[in-house]
């Protein structure tokens, strides 16, 4: 087949592809491929042709033929990349794109993708680092303290990330080491409204009555919004609750609040 024929099979293609007749762009790319194997426009576009299919595995195997026939094609790297990343290959996919960009910086797709692919690679690191600490023989407090930072960090940088289902459960072996933690305010009445939402709250907790619970702290936070132990015991209620997007969100302003914060502690409020 000489050089005219190919790319006129090339454009037929192309329409069919515009079209969305994949059975027909497919057929007629994968005979040009295989007159030419080192057609890197003709395995570009296969590549998309199996992506949009679902052929994950296929598109990996043509945008690899693509990349190598030519090497300057950012185009061809990012699809490779949203073919590795379709396949769980997160740091190869992130390689991809940032390929994508040294050949092309102004692409956005690319640079769009690789900020995703960098996020899910990190979410998963919290995620395996949490699971590690919270199913340990015989977990201590501390590695269980930042088990629950693991976990909520990589809730919290991709929402659909597997530690949810692990939070609840580290939740309640926290939960199952709770201590009390006196904190003394001088009795005046400008703080008293505070104080007593928060006892309120302490008790709620202590009788596993966690709507009560919430709707204390919550109030206690309308006159105080900047108290660790206030915002760590409304993440227990929201993790009790089932709402643990609530309570990454709480256990996360914790942590800005005390970094240290020691998560089994629950304030109890004394007025002096």
């Given at each position: ?186 009795s005046t009445a400008q703080i008293a409204p505070w104080a007593a939402a928060c006892q309120r709250g302490y008790q709620c907790v202590s009788f596993n009555n966690w709507v009560g619970a919430r709707a204390a702290y919550e109030e ?53």
């Amino acid at each position: 087949m000489n050089r005219f024929e190919l790319d006129e099979k090339l454009a037929k293609a192309r329409e069919a592809l515009s079209q969305a007749d994949f059975p027909s762009a497919i057929a007629l790319l994968e005979e040009l491929v295989g007159e030419d194997s080192a057609h890197g426009e003709a395995w570009r576009e296969l590549g998309v042709c199996y992506l949009e299919t679902q052929q994950h595995e296929r598109a990996l195997e043509a945008l690899t033929q693509a990349v190598q026939a030519n090497p300057q094609d950012a185009v061809a790297h990012y699809l490779l990349g949203n073919a590795c990343g379709s396949l769980g290959q997160l740091e190869r996919a992130a390689a991809c794109y940032r390929r994508a960009l040294e050949i092309d910086p102004h692409s956005a797709q690319a640079e769009e993708f690789l900020v995703k692919a960098e996020s899910l690679l990190e979410s998963r690191e919290h995620y395996r680092r949490g699971l590690k600490l919270l199913y340990l023989a015989q977990p201590s407090v501390e590695e269980l303290n930042q088990a629950l930072r693991e976990l909520a960090q990589s809730v919290a940088i991709f929402e659909n990330s597997p530690a949810r289902d692990n939070l609840q459960d580290c939740a309640r072996q926290l939960l199952a080491r709770k201590q009390e933690w006196i904190i003394e305010v001088e009795s005046t009445a400008q703080i008293a409204p505070w104080a007593a939402a928060c006892q309120r709250g302490y008790q709620c907790v202590s009788f596993n009555n966690w709507v009560g619970a919430r709707a204390a702290y919550e109030e206690a936070l309308h006159y105080r919004a900047g108290d660790a132990f206030v915002h760590h015991a409304l993440g227990f209620c929201f993790a009790q609750l089932g709402e643990l997007d609530q309570a990454v969100r709480a256990w996360l302003r914790t942590l800005e609040v005390d970094p240290n914060y020691d998560l089994t502690r629950f304030g109890r409020v004394w007025k002096t």
